[in-house]
């Protein structure tokens, strides 16, 4: 028999060592993969940022490169602002509201504040509303929602304008500048327009002869007349006694004579005061009368 010949060299044990076991199983954790596909590169990535970053120099240039682009995007063409342009307001509106909104064009649609100018727009006294957008062309477009007064009033500060909802619309000077709307006067007058508006509309009957409302201890209104004629209202429905009187008067002209104040105030018994010039007329007339008598 020949001799068995055995090979010198040690095989290797095809088993994995403990460490390169440990590796594998980690490989195959979910968690781990993610690290070592996601996290170190971001890791790397932060880092090499945090070291480029930690010098002031190359951070101050680095800022700097950014601002030039910024500016250089902002600065182009289509995204500048050569004109404003105002709707729905008056002519002296409109010039309110480039005197509050200075705004130096051209300018770069990225540096207008529309929220801002939009607040300051609508605090306007005479504004109810306002939107700003920029639109097409380059035009910086302000919509407006103006008041519009409807009266007069007439309070201790002086004359303002008002609208029907009792909201300040302007002052004006004299009472002469608006000729075209009713005064009403008194305090607490700006509380109840509306009111007032309905009394002003029932008496178009005789609205050449109205001069004006004046608020009566802020609970009804007096109606004055041309002749220093009044017609004392009551708190409630003031707009039905204004209709009696003028029925009254239609069937028996009772504005037409010698009278000061119709009084409204007791609907049960409506009171007619005469005139200073009247009283006397009545008080000669009855002291003829008593004459005669004896």
Not at 55 to 73: C, K, P, Q
Not at 175 to 204: I, K, M, N, S
């Amino acid at each position: 028999m020949r001799p068995i010949r055995r090979d010198p060299t040690p095989r290797r044990d095809p088993a994995p060592s403990r460490w390169a076991y440990r590796i594998e199983r980690m490989w195959l954790t979910p968690f781990y993969r993610a690290l070592l596909r996601k996290g170190l590169p971001v890791a790397v990535i932060a880092g090499g940022a945090a070291w480029y970053l930690g010098d002031a120099d190359r951070l101050d240039a680095l800022r700097g490169h950014v601002a030039e682009i910024r500016r250089s995007i902002e600065q182009r063409p289509e995204f500048m602002v050569d004109l404003m342009r105002i709707e729905g307001a008056s002519p002296e509106l409109s010039a309110d509201i480039r005197e509050i909104l200075p705004v130096d064009f051209p300018v770069s649609s990225f540096d207008l504040e529309l929220d801002h100018m939009r607040a300051q727009v609508a605090g306007l006294d005479a504004v109810a509303g306002a939107e700003l957008r920029v639109v097409a062309g380059g035009v910086l477009e302000v919509s407006v929602d103006e008041r519009l007064p409807a009266v007069v009033w007439r309070s201790r500060e002086g004359l303002e304008l008002l609208d029907e909802g009792g909201h300040r619309v302007a002052a004006i000077p004299a009472r002469d500048a608006r000729p075209d709307l009713p005064l009403v006067a008194g305090d607490g007058a700006d509380r109840v327009v509306a009111e007032a508006l309905q009394v002003l509309a029932a008496a178009t009957p005789i609205g050449d002869r109205v001069r004006g409302l004046t608020r009566m201890g802020e609970r009804r209104w007096d109606l004055v007349l041309d002749r220093d004629q009044r017609i004392m209202l009551p708190e409630r429905n003031p707009v039905a006694a204004l209709e009696r009187v003028i029925a009254l008067d239609d069937a028996q002209d009772v504005l037409a004579r010698d009278v000061s104040v119709v009084d409204m105030r007791d609907g049960r018994r409506p009171t007619l005061r005469l005139s200073g010039k009247a009283l006397e007329e009545l008080r000669r007339f009855r002291s003829l009368d008593d004459g005669e008598d004896a």
